[in-house]
């Protein structure tokens, strides 16, 4: 029988906290009757999300083309989506039931490469876009490619998504995290990111990439465009690729933001000794089709062998999966005006829109008023980064611990104030520890994908909670002193 300790251990140093212990407490008090509000993870449609009307009609009609020679069908789908979808079944005769290319269909290929097109006003080539199971998939692939001994490292932000510290001690490399700026809306800063990759040279790691998140999870910032122009500089100077994880993309609120692609400053700046690889998704946005796993990654400066290197990568596992390659078709390629579908597809989209930008401002506003909480107001993606201040421990002197008792002990009481937060209200939020944080400092991420209601019970409860649980706290220390 195998037993854990046959396991390979770099997956045993892997941590996911998205879905670790306090997601399965929550699951078991759900089974016991106990009313759960889940803001652990970014899963909008579990979290009563609508799904877009004219995605579920096209695929719908694809996974079962019968449907399309039936008269009944015109009275049930509008004619623009009739006809996309025999479009696409002439392009893709085979259906969703067979494999596709390694790097995916090519007509999605190319619209993909479109839509990169019209959102930068920049060339794109789709032979140099492989389509996905997900961005995760895309990610992963691309550390698995860069990784070839225990000394590579790659640069990642602190907080992060331990998607990404995740899947790099999962191949064996080095994580080489870079603290974003909390003080100022979590954007990067040079000299941080200096500072970092100097102090992994010096313990003999080698960086060989830096990864940027923007929209940031679990930040919730939108990088400027000098701030990305900035990260460019610095990975010619240090020989670094850059992963550019923009699945938010279209999650931009804040006053006077706006979101710039890797590729657009790239574009801009005619740069061409970085290697930059770009995600996209169609589980955010505001399609949150994360059952699906449908997304791309996009290659630029990257030679034709080493694609070809990347592609085989991909031949590995056939090819993603067809219903996800399609939704990403209807991501990039919507209805237009003009279209049958076209109005109510707008209305969809900013209905969806208005409901996350508002629940942001909610969410954000009010956790600034609970005494001993502050946070970011989110300024894109779907998450806050809460910060929360604790009295202090009887009989625990920071002082005399070394920096690693300190984040363990950092973990220890984010880990128990969030799992007594679960216990007593319900609400399901992650450690700031699974993300990373500034020593020091205590944190939660949240989501604000629930309905408007559930949010606003939210910050209700958490106030509540907090003011009691550090009552508690300081009577403790009170009774011990």
């Known amino acids: 029988m195998i037993a854990v300790r046959d396991l390979n251990s770099d997956l045993l140093t892997a941590e996911y906290a998205v879905r670790g212990p306090i997601v399965s407490r929550a699951q078991q008090l759900e089974e016991q009757g106990k009313k759960i509000i889940y803001c652990n993870i970014g899963n909008p449609q579990a979290l009563k999300q609508q799904p877009l009307t004219y995605l579920r009609q096209i695929l719908s009609l694809v996974e079962y083309p019968e449907l399309l020679r039936h008269k009944e069908t015109a009275g049930l789908y509008p004619p623009d989506v009739v006809k ?39 060339p794109a080539d789709k032979e140099h876009i492989i389509l996905t199971d997900g961005a995760s ?122 979101f710039f692609s890797f590729a657009k400053v790239f ?51 056939l090819c993603s999966n067809v219903p996800g390659q399609l939704a990403t078709y209807v991501m990039v390629s919507p209805p237009q ?31 600034n008023e609970i005494k001993g909480m502050s946070v970011t107001i989110p300024d894109g993606a ?13 009989n625990v002197d920071l ?6 008792q300190k984040r363990e002990y950092e973990a220890k009481r984010d880990t128990e104030y969030c799992l007594a937060l679960l216990e007593e209200t319900g609400i399901c939020v992650v450690p700031g520890s699974g993300f990373g944080q500034a020593a020091g400092t205590l944190h939660f991420r949240t989501t604000f994908l629930p309905p408007r209601d559930e949010i606003e019970e939210v910050v209700v409860k958490l106030k509540y909670f907090h003011e009691m649980y550090c009552e508690k706290a300081a009577h403790l220390e009170e009774r011990v002193v």
């Open 267 to 317: 574009h801009d700046l005619d740069e061409r000794d970085v290697s930059l690889i770009s995600f996209h998704s169609v589980s955010k946005g505001l399609l949150g089709e994360c059952g699906h796993r449908g997304g791309y990654a996009e290659f630029r400066n990257v030679p034709d062998d080493v694609l070809s290197e990347l592609i085989k990568l991909q031949s590995i596992s």
């Open 382 to 394: 779907m998450y806050a980064f809460v910060k929360f201040e604790l009295p202090p421990e009887p």
């Open 84 to 122: 996309r979808a025999t479009s696409i079944l002439e392009l893709h005769p085979h259906g969703t039931g067979a494999y596709t290319q390694s790097a995916g269909i090519p007509f999605v290929r190319k619209a993909v490469a479109e839509f990169i097109h019209r959102r930068d006003g920049i």
């Open 137 to 258: 998939k895309g990610v992963q692939s691309a550390l698995l490619a860069l990784l070839k001994n225990s000394n590579d490292g790659v640069m990642i932000p602190i907080p992060q998504y331990p998607l990404y510290s995740a899947t790099i001690a999962l191949y064996g490399g080095k994580q080489i995290g870079y603290y974003l700026d909390e003080e100022n809306r979590w954007q990067l800063s040079e000299s941080a990111l200096t500072e970092s990759i100097t102090e992994a040279v010096s313990r003999g790691i080698h960086p060989v990439a830096i990864a940027v998140i923007n929209p940031g999870n679990p930040t919730g910032a939108v990088l400027s465009y000098d701030n990305i122009k900035m990260i460019v500089s610095f990975a010619r100077k240090h020989r670094l690729a850059i992963l550019a994880d923009e699945v938010y993309q279209e999650n931009v609120y804040g006053k006077g933001c706006k």
């Open 399 to 404: 002082r005399t611990m070394s920096a690693g």
């Open 337 to 367: 005006p003009g279209d049958e579908s076209y109005n109510f597809y707008v209305r969809e989209l900013n209905s969806v829109y208005t409901e996350l930008k508002l629940k942001a401002e909610i969410l954000g506003k009010s956790i």
